[in-house]
């Protein structure tokens, strides 16, 4: 949970350096909630990694979200001062026809996979990534299934013909 | 003096250094589990290691977005299986917290008595499989008894054993049995003991501790940046614990120590469990100590199944019963993280709601899915056989890394 002043805080410390970058910033249930211009998100964090009053040392998480009305994949940052107990959401959106980001794994090594999770189901590119190759689907795989388009079974599949079950 | 003709010299053949290649699984006994990674070796020690991940892929976030809330929780069990009656709570808590739901005292206690109990066998499976790979099926075997009556009484609180489905949204589908309090009062009367054998028998073992103390090991920096949570990050010194650093489900209420390592080797993570072991033990006795009177679930009519006799006779739980059958319940909308600490690290849930029946976007944060990309730095350096004790000593647990 972070209290009001430690919200102006990071707010301050971001605006240091990158000033007119916040789009929006306010409390979403108990996680402050930053969304942020998709250009600079790298050097936010690391910055926020660096500095002397943040120190978010631990990326808890980092993974795609996929809006078909408007057209966009969210990629979505949370991060974690383990000293201070803070923990915070970054958010940042891209054009789902083109979602293209810089790379995390500059700053985080665990940001590696979770950045080829990401390209896996919804073909994010991780511009400067190591090895972005797919992760839990198979190599060969033409779409990024996660996106909402695809429906939750292939309908395009004639290996299974299981009428029982209405398929 | 004579020369040596060139005929009879020594050849010299320079060659490049030559490296072998090693797959090793995807089905490998010793790994416990579908992993694969090929290994490049040089004679008996890795060089570089390529992990493949994915041979278990069930897209568990894929199958969350188009299946109702109360449908979603028999697809946690099936991650971590060693413990999943912490995913399954896990994850009843995730939707309390969107629908903002106030969980009754009792509810909370007698959760925490099951987790406690999930990850007693989750460490205990853990480190009885590091015994098995260091040279010692005793404990494995010894330990496994112990198991079974834990799995007896999943068995007497949901009637299943392994892949658990255990409690509804908003607390337990009935209370505990008598008899499910004699047994895990039997339990703890029983374990003690034959922890404390299995404790004796590997703690300061010569042969043990000289395969394990510095095999494996990562320091708390490197297991920072690669996300490390759980045991090992607690075995590299970093004291972060879920339960105590965001406490859910009244964690605050207990007294426990959060064990620490400093080398994070298999020997630190190792100690680290078999402490978490004793903590546990303690948390479920103060647990039933203070357990409060009280309803064993929340009102929460439109996820809680209605007694079958009020469904036969009353039209609202008819209604609320096929609302839940037919997964016909609109859920809030709004955005939610919420985390436990799971068997093996920190387990989170990021679940997106858009109003609907089903979540929009449902994250699984699989600690072992984390951690695991840090396997070849860990290995690397060290001889084959170490390698297969680093993998059982983490704890990867195939179901939770695939998804």
Request: net charge negative.
């Amino acid at each position: 949970m972070m209290d009001a002043a430690a919200q102006e805080k990071l707010i301050s410390v971001i605006n240091e350096k990158f000033e007119g970058e916040i789009i929006e910033a306010a409390m979403d249930k108990d996680f402050f909630t930053l969304i942020v211009k998709k250009e600079r998100i790298v050097d936010i964090i690391s910055h926020l990694y660096n500095h002397e009053d943040t120190k978010f040392q631990y990326l808890t998480t980092l993974f795609a979200v996929h809006y078909p009305d408007q057209n966009q994949i969210a990629m979505v940052y949370q991060l974690h001062n383990l000293s201070t107990n803070q923990r915070i959401r970054l958010k940042i959106f891209l054009s789902a026809d083109n979602p293209t980001t810089p790379t995390l794994t500059t700053v985080f090594s665990a940001a590696n996979w979770m950045e080829r999770e990401a390209y896996d189901f919804y073909g994010v590119i991780s511009q400067g990534h190591p090895n972005l190759i797919r992760i839990l689907n198979v190599e060969d795989m033409l779409i990024f299934p996660m996106r909402k388009e695809y429906p939750l079974e292939d309908q395009t599949r004639e290996d299974k013909n299981d009428l029982m079950f209405g398929r | 003096m004579m020369e040596a003709s060139a005929d009879i010299a020594p050849k010299v053949v320079k060659e490049e250094k030559q490296y072998s290649y090693l797959n090793l699984g995807p089905t490998h006994p010793a790994t416990h589990g579908i992993f694969q990674n090929v290994l490049k070796m040089d004679g008996e020690v890795i060089v570089d290691a390529t992990p493949t991940i994915g041979y278990i892929h069930r897209a568990f976030e894929k199958l969350a977005e188009h299946r109702p809330y109360n449908q979603i929780t028999p697809i946690t069990d099936r991650m971590n299986y060693c413990s999943s009656p912490i995913n399954n709570i896990g994850w009843h808590m995730t939707v309390e917290k969107l629908l903002g739901v106030e969980i009754p005292k009792r509810v909370q206690y007698l959760r925490v008595i099951i987790m406690e109990l999930a990850r007693i066998t989750d460490h205990l499976v853990c480190n009885a499989v590091i015994g098995v790979d260091t040279g010692a099926l005793t404990g494995f075997v010894y330990l496994f008894q112990q198991r079974e009556l834990v799995y007896e009484i999943y068995e007497e609180i949901c009637g299943a054993r392994l892949t658990t489905n255990i409690g509804r949204i908003g607390g337990f589908e009935r209370d505990f049995s008598p008899k499910a309090w004699e047994k895990i009062n039997k339990f703890l009367k029983e374990f003690p003991v034959v922890l404390k054998e299995f404790e004796d028998l590997l703690k300061r073992n010569r042969i043990f501790m000289d395969r394990t103390i510095g095999c494996g090991g990562i320091s708390a920096e490197r297991a920072l940046n690669y996300s490390f949570s759980g045991v090992n990050l607690r075995a590299a010194g970093v004291d972060y614990d879920v339960r105590a650093m965001n406490p859910y489900s009244s964690y605050e209420d207990f007294d426990f120590i959060i064990p620490v390592g400093t080398n994070g080797d298999v020997y630190d993570r190792f100690m680290v469990r078999q402490e978490e072991m004793w903590q546990s033990m303690s948390i479920i006795k103060q647990a039933m100590k203070k357990l409060p009177e009280g309803p064993f679930h929340a009102k929460v009519p439109e996820f809680y199944l209605p007694p079958k006799e009020e469904v036969y006779n009353n039209m609202e739980a008819l209604i609320y019963h096929f609302k839940i059958v037919m997964g016909e319940t609109d859920v809030p909308k709004g955005e939610v993280y919420h985390c436990v600490e799971g068997g093996n690290g920190e387990l989170g849930f990021y679940l997106i709601s858009d109003g609907g029946r089903q979540p929009f976007r449902l994250h699984l944060r699989r600690p072992c899915f984390i951690f695991y990309q840090a396997y070849p730095e860990m290995i690397k350096g060290s001889m084959l056989s170490d390698a297969i004790l680093t993998m059982s000593s983490m704890n990867v647990i195939a179901g939770e890394l695939d998804a």
